[in-house]
């Protein structure tokens, strides 16, 4: 569906839970990993949806300060897959004026995939079309914890004054400084919670839960979900006349 057709009212900035890799593979009979390989290459697909949809800023979780709590196979398995990813797809999303962040904390991941992930970050700075960002080793609350840590730093060397701390001295210290708030967040696979993704970012943001598991979530899926946006009324606490 083309952009003009959604009306003023289509979302900036889209985030996903991307779930139900494990369980898409499981019907299947299939090992978990064969989910998260399908689910790779949903990510493709939905972000190249992005332009036609009028969707300029796209943030996907891809790996949860918790999911360091699954099977080491699984967790080596998803990180190979990064890797993987961001081989297969470099050129394309550079060729494609996709321009990729990453958030979350990259201390706990393999420096190998680190320089990766530079590098991809690096490579496209030039695009401006969509704005990808992908989650990976990343929880709300820990993104909270590191922005205050530093934003306690500067307070204690003087360069930041306590009492003029508001809620955008502190949004400048998240990953997310360089994003809009998302407009929308939608969840796949059934699950009706957040697990702990842009907790603070997502205040306002519409929410939709989606029954379909993420390695069935097509473009048109995408596109479903969008136009269901646009008619929702957002009132961010005020009396709309
Ligand atoms: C989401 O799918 C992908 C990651 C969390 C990495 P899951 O792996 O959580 O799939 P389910 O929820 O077990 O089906
Ligand atoms: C959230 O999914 C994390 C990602 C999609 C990367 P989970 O499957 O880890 O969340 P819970 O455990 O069901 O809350
Ligand atoms: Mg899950």
């Not at 952009?3 to 003023?8: I, L, S």
Request: neutral net charge; charged residues 30%; aromatic residues 8%.
């Amino acid at each position: 569906m083309p952009a003009a057709d959604m009306g003023p009212q289509a979302p900036e900035h889209v985030a996903i839970i991307m779930d139900g890799n494990g369980r898409w593979a499981t019907a299947r009979g299939r090992p978990r990993l064969f989910g998260h390989q399908a689910g790779a290459r949903r990510v493709s697909e939905i972000v190249a949806a992005c332009p036609e949809l009028g969707v300029r800023y796209l943030t996907i979780f891809a790996f949860s300060t918790e999911n360091w709590k699954r099977t080491q196979a699984e967790v080596s398995g998803l990180m190979t897959l990064f890797r993987r990813y961001i081989i297969k797809e470099a050129q394309r999303l550079l060729a494609n004026g996709v321009r990729v962040r990453f958030i979350g904390d990259r201390d706990r991941l393999d420096p190998k995939l680190v320089r990766m992930m530079d590098d991809l970050e690096e490579l496209t700075r030039v695009n401006d079309l969509v704005h990808l960002t992908i989650a990976i080793n990343y929880g709300g609350r820990d993104e909270v914890t590191r922005a205050t840590r530093r934003l306690a730093r500067e307070v204690a060397a003087g360069r930041i004054d306590a009492e003029s701390v508001d809620a955008e001295t502190l949004s400048r210290f998240l990953d997310t400084h360089t994003l809009p708030d998302p407009d929308l967040v939608i969840r796949t696979s059934g699950e009706a919670r957040i697990s702990n993704f842009l907790l603070w970012q997502s205040a306002y943001s519409e929410y939709e839960f989606v029954d379909t598991l993420w390695p069935d979530f097509t473009a048109e899926d995408f596109a479903r979900v969008l136009a269901g946006f646009g008619k929702r009324e957002r009132r961010f606490g005020a009396v709309l006349a």
